[in-house]
């Protein structure tokens, strides 16, 4: 089974803090990917990573940046945080880059960790 | 940009059929996936449609009409724990899912 884990489930954190989400997962898979959700918006994506040291911004990457030194490992960093930045953060990662049947392009899921900046 | 719509909410009762409709319109295409996300939860993977025509996986099956930009998730004989939300994704291209905002079925007995 492939299993995503995410360092904290919730978090609260002060206005202007540097604040680190953690991501591992245990599966091998290429890609890693961080996202957001709130309610009435659904999940839209910050940034994702396709190899260790590369990454690319989603829909959404305005405030945030990531880091991948290990294939397993996918950090977001929210480099000072801000109010609008209270949400539901996932991670999610999956293995082939190229989608036809039979490929598993899945996207598998962490618990996500509710982040809330005061 | 990437529109896909979904219902916001329907309920249904317990051992009954319900169909959840997604429709899209993308700047591109190469599949469609359906999860679901119960709540507090993060969202586990149903099923996907690279080609047209219906998928069938034990109690749910999707369908996909490229041509229409359309497609459903059908949930067979509901039980209670499929209360939850079910997302529909479409596959656009470079790695990039883009969501909709979810079903809520709600399951009545």
Redesign the interface.
């Known amino acids: 089974d492939v299993k995503?884990t995410q360092s904290s489930r919730y978090l609260v954190k002060r206005t202007g803090e540097k604040v680190f989400l953690e991501c591992v997962q245990d599966m091998d898979h290429e890609?890693m990917?961080w996202y957001r959700q709130d309610p009435?918006?659904?999940?839209?994506?910050i940034y994702?990573s396709?190899d260790v040291k590369m990454k690319?911004k989603?829909d959404i990457p305005e405030g945030y940046s990531v880091s991948r030194e290990k294939k397993e490992r996918f950090s977001l960093i929210l480099e000072s945080a801000s109010t609008n930045q209270t949400s539901m953060y996932?991670c999610a990662s999956?293995l082939a880059?190229v989608?036809?049947?039979g490929n598993h392009?899945?996207?598998?899921?962490?618990?996500?960790t509710r982040l809330t900046v005061t | 940009g990437q529109n896909i719509d979904q219902p916001t909410e329907m309920t249904a009762t317990e051992g009954a059929i319900v169909q959840i409709n997604c429709t899209y319109q993308t700047s591109g295409f190469n599949g469609l996936f359906w999860y679901q996300q119960h709540a507090g939860e993060a969202p586990t993977f149903l099923s996907y449609n690279v080609l047209d025509g219906l998928e069938e996986k034990g109690r749910f099956s999707s369908f996909l009409s490229r041509s229409k930009g359309y497609s459903y998730l059908l949930l067979k004989e509901l039980q209670m724990k499929d209360s939850a939300s079910y997302l529909c994704a479409v596959y656009y291209g470079n790695n990039r899912l883009a969501f909709g905002k979810g079903n809520q079925v709600v399951v009545i007995p």
């Open positions: 995503v890609n990917f009435g918006l659904g999940l839209r994506l994702f396709y690319e989603g996932l999956s880059q989608l036809a049947p392009f899945e996207q598998y899921f962490g618990p996500g």
